[in-house]
């Protein structure tokens, strides 16, 4: 399994950004959520979004709802993630992931193995 991430950058506060993250791997990914962590410099890394490339099940973690939208292509086996009214405390490395949806709500560092990873990118919201 491989996961191909793309966007990220500089945005000011209240700005916007997307990013990507496509799947690579033989058979479709039916059975997990592909999303993204993220991890702020001296913190431990957060699940932010997943969803489900079956039906479509989201999580989103409580710091971003309403101000996130993640959603996919089946058929590109890819997922975005619309990121809104950005925030400083967004900043971070943002890694895209697969794994089993309810892991990104129980997400421990211990759990790192449940996932396949994508490399990270760095998103920087200035106030």
């Known amino acids: 399994v491989q996961l191909q991430a793309s966007g990220g950058g500089s945005v000011q506060s209240g700005g916007s950004m997307r990013l990507s993250c496509a799947v690579s791997?033989?058979?479709?990914?039916?059975?997990?959520?592909v999303g993204w962590f993220r991890q702020a410099p001296g913190k431990e890394r957060e699940g932010v979004s997943a969803?489900?490339?079956?039906?479509?099940?989201?999580y989103y973690s409580d710091s971003v709802k309403g101000r996130f939208t993640i959603s996919r292509d089946a058929n590109k086996q890819t997922a975005y993630l619309q990121m809104d009214n950005l925030k400083p405390e967004d900043t971070g490395v943002y890694y895209c992931?697969?794994?089993?949806?309810?892991?990104?709500?129980?997400?421990?560092?211990?759990?790192?193995?449940?996932?396949?990873w994508g490399q990270g990118t760095q998103v920087t919201v200035s106030s």
């Open positions: 791997q033989k058979s479709p990914v039916t059975h997990y959520a």
């Open positions: 992931a697969t794994g089993f949806l309810a892991a990104w709500k129980d997400y421990d560092p211990s759990h790192n193995s449940h996932f396949y």
């Open positions: 969803i489900m490339m079956s039906d479509g099940r989201t």
